[in-house]
């Protein structure tokens, strides 16, 4: 049985990684940070029972802004993967907290391969990389050998870890990878993220909780994939035979609009009714068009995607959907929404 660590555990892709691990046969270790509330929302499902957890799925506490919590997990856990997904991970935030998210999505992952070498184990390790990188992109697609231009202080730290993980590869031999991943969403994304806002606020709005919805720049375009199909990516990267660093993407590029018409369109909803820009969600350096071309991991990975715009736009609606009007039931209110939308076979 193998041991896999994950950094990032109750975020999007940490739950839908354990999930994939926990399938595989792994034994999982999951970093969070002690706080006066649990954050495990998007794991809890995991547990056999509320009361028995899974035997397979082990819940640490530990810190990316502290070094002896790392060393001490890495003594006793003593993995043989580990996925380093744990940051500040939003991009528009970290304007606001630039030097807390250099220190904790940047230092943070020095500390992490300091505790790796420290400990005097090989794990593989998987350093979670982002399209931000790219920012102001050299070229379309933007592959592996494509120049970084990051333009926000999140993507600035994550050229820092990018490199770090690089460098400890070549001195000190440590199979270390990184996984340039292109935006990827779900119904388990962040609502502070664009793509969950949007699907939020119009399911929301179709059940008469809201009217409005605030977005920035409406122009910028993303590639954007389903999540559960990346995590798979990480998992792939690491069974290679040589560490490597890998593009995932789709290779579609889509603008925010185009995702705010999608989201309503699937809910009879004329958009221009109910969404407005408004300068606070405007980013000071904008990143205007990202796209990937997974051409390497296609060939070295047989990594592919799967589910295509729409659809996921669809899936997220759906979810969103049934949270709406579980709201609205519990407010009170007897708006009459629609049956939600079906998806065709072979969609998911």
Not at 96 to 102: C, K, L, N, R
Request: proline letters at 5%; one cysteine or more.
């Amino acid at each position: 049985m193998k041991t896999a660590l994950i950094t990032g555990i109750t975020g999007q892709d940490g739950s839908y990684l354990a999930e994939f691990l926990l399938g595989k046969g792994y034994q999982v270790h999951g970093v969070i940070r002690r706080s006066s509330s649990f954050n495990t929302g998007r794991i809890d499902h995991i547990y056999q029972d509320p009361h028995e957890p899974n035997p397979r799925l082990k819940l640490v506490f530990g810190d990316l802004n502290d070094a002896s919590s790392l060393n001490k997990i890495l003594r006793e856990v003593r993995p043989d993967e580990i996925y380093h997904l744990g940051a500040q991970s939003h991009v528009k935030v970290s304007f606001d907290v630039p030097e807390y998210t250099g220190e904790v999505t940047g230092i943070g992952t020095v500390r992490l391969l300091e505790a790796i070498r420290e400990a005097g184990i090989t794990p593989k390790f998987y350093q979670a990389s982002s399209s931000e990188l790219f920012g102001f992109a050299q070229e379309v697609p933007q592959k592996e050998t494509t120049p970084f231009y990051p333009r926000s202080p999140y993507a600035c730290a994550k050229a820092y870890a990018f490199y770090m993980a690089r460098n400890y590869r070549e001195a000190y031999g440590l199979f270390a990878c990184n996984g340039i991943l292109f935006n990827h969403e779900s119904p388990r994304r962040g609502e502070t993220f664009v793509s969950r806002k949007i699907t939020r606020a119009a399911t929301r709005i179709k059940v008469g909780l809201q009217d409005k919805l605030y977005l920035g720049n409406l122009d910028a375009r993303r590639d954007w994939g389903y999540a559960p199909e990346y995590v798979q990516a990480m998992w792939l990267i690491l069974q290679q035979e040589k560490p490597d660093d890998y593009v995932i993407a789709t290779g579609e590029s889509h603008s925010v609009r185009e995702l705010v018409e999608e989201a309503f369109g699937f809910l009879d909803l004329r958009w221009e009714k109910h969404v407005e820009v408004d300068p606070r969600y405007l980013r000071p350096t904008e990143v205007d068009m990202l796209v990937g071309d997974s051409s390497k991991a296609k060939k070295n990975l047989g990594w592919r995607p799967k589910v295509e715009f729409k659809n996921l736009v669809r899936i997220m609606v759906e979810a969103d959907l049934e949270l709406a009007r579980k709201e609205s039931y519990m407010n009170g209110f007897t708006a009459g929404a629609p049956s939600r939308p079906k998806l065709q076979a072979g969609e998911r």
